[in-house]
């Protein structure tokens, strides 16, 4: 709760995009909300916004019912832009969702530090053998520590500077040197807020596939032509946002509906952190609209599934010949006569799992062979940790019901423009199915649910932390 209320602040008043296209401005009166909850500590944040204009992305609604307040920074309204995503707010935000956070998160990096200390003791008072491979591996750890112990001795130097503020504040003195004070008491507050952040990512499990390249699956669901059509939107969209951040784009294998939608489709994006920014994709995308076709003005919905998988290698995944079945057959589509008369494509059936993989896209059978045993390693290594996960996770999966983070995590309503985000409440880009769909609003989303995710990750390593020292009591 806590991290989807952080990415809705940080979110809520992204319009530079709209504006930058000719969308209109915020009125007078939602302007002056924003600036005011910026001046005054984030208190409109309780309200939400009332408008938003085309293009940009807003949350509203009251934070715990109007229960919790956020907690009051100071931040001059002339700094504020409310084209952009204001960090004060954010911060505020953060600090009002979850009061203890700082303090756990602090807690950490103390414990680490220590941990770092200890480790450099170690290894330069002679208590380890430099030649043995315990010393290369606490060196290697002390390294990886550096700079967390360096962030937290800066963050131990700020807080000394800020009791000092402090009394500063509440000495007598005049007003000019009072007003000084609050604005250093401001910017140190703000400079440990930024170092904190900074380091966060350190106390995160380490994702090895974060930079890996990305195989994205569209399968067009619930909605027949429309679903189609749908999921080769989705498809046009990942092409377009994966060439825009200097990525390339391979399709491995594709099957068209008779009127050029999309029954589904692989992708290869390659590229550094294709993964990391993709994988937030996957899920059901749902869509909602009035065809043309349609006589009575009824609304239609149609639905396509998104799987992205980070991509194996030969060294991941040890595939024997013995385990493959491969057919041939001809290719249908485009290509001329060519694809009537060869059988050019192929489907490989992985036996011990079942996993099965066709390609088509090359005029040439063994490009297509090539192709079809790249992406069948990355589907064989994902059914092994689905099939892994599925075990680990039984306990939680029982807890938590049957609702998963894949379903319906996105809804485009085409009638008036909105793209909504179920994984972030009350996120949503007005005006914006367009810009979404050609990739260049689609970032601002992914930043969204990627920082929802990732404060979800810290409570999980904060809350183990807490169950570990309440244990050792």
Not at 215 to 229: I, L, M, P, T
Not at 233 to 258: H, I, N, P, R
Request: glycine letters at 8%.
């Amino acid at each position: 709760m806590r991290a989807s209320r952080l990415a809705a602040s940080i979110w809520r008043s992204r319009g530079a995009a709209a504006r930058s296209a000719g969308g209109p401005d915020l009125d007078a009166r939602a302007a002056a909300s924003l600036l005011e909850g910026a001046s005054e500590g984030c208190q409109s944040l309780r309200d939400g916004i009332a408008t938003a204009a085309p293009g940009q992305l807003w949350a509203g609604g009251p934070l715990d019912g109007g229960r919790q307040r956020p907690r009051r920074c100071a931040a001059p309204a002339a700094a504020f832009n409310p084209w952009e995503p204001p960090r004060q707010q954010a911060r505020c935000f953060a600090a009002s969702a979850a009061p203890d956070r700082d303090a756990l998160v602090d807690q950490r990096l103390k414990a680490l530090s220590d941990e770092h200390a200890a480790l450099q003791a170690q290894l330069h008072g002679g208590s380890i053998d430099p030649s043995s491979d315990r010393y290369q591996q606490a060196s290697r750890h002390a390294g990886m520590l550096q700079v967390v112990a360096d962030g937290y001795a800066e963050i131990a130097r700020l807080r000394g500077e800020l009791v000092g503020v402090e009394e500063m504040l509440a000495a007598e003195g005049s007003e000019e040197l009072r007003e000084m004070a609050r604005e250093e008491k401001a910017a140190l507050q703000q400079r440990m807020y930024d170092v904190r952040e900074s380091l966060v990512a350190h106390l995160l499990p380490i994702d090895d596939d974060e930079h890996r390249n990305a195989v994205v699956e569209v399968r067009s669901g619930v909605g027949g032509e429309w679903a189609a059509s749908f999921a080769a939107d989705l498809l046009a969209m990942y092409k377009t946002y994966a060439v825009a951040q200097g990525w390339q784009f391979e399709l491995l294998s594709a099957s068209y509906t008779d009127f050029g939608g999309v029954k589904a489709a692989d992708a290869l994006v390659s590229g550094p952190g294709a993964f990391g920014r993709l994988r937030w994709e996957s899920g059901v995308h749902r869509a909602q609209t009035v065809p043309f076709t349609e006589k009575t003005g009824k609304m239609q919905t149609g639905t396509a599934t998104v799987a992205v998988l980070a991509e194996a290698t030969e060294a991941d995944v040890t595939i024997a010949e013995t385990d493959l079945k491969w057919d041939t057959f001809r290719a249908s589509g485009a290509g001329g006569q060519h694809v009537n008369t060869t059988d050019s494509a192929v489907r490989v059936t992985h036996l011990p799992t079942g996993v099965v993989v066709a390609c088509q896209t090359e005029r040439s059978q063994h490009q297509n062979r090539s192709k079809a045993l790249r992406l069948l390693r990355s589907k064989v290594q994902e059914a092994e940790r689905s099939k892994l996960a599925a075990v680990t996770s039984a306990a939680r999966q029982q807890a938590h019901g049957n609702a998963r983070f894949s379903e319906r995590i996105r809804t485009f309503h085409y009638v008036d423009g909105r793209v909504t985000d179920h994984r972030v409440p009350g996120l949503s880009v007005m005006g914006g199915v367009e810009r979404v769909l050609s990739g260049d609003m689609l970032d601002a989303l992914i930043d969204a649910v990627a920082a929802v995710r990732r404060e979800e990750a810290l409570a999980e390593v904060l809350e183990s932390q807490q169950r570990a020292a309440a244990a050792g009591e």
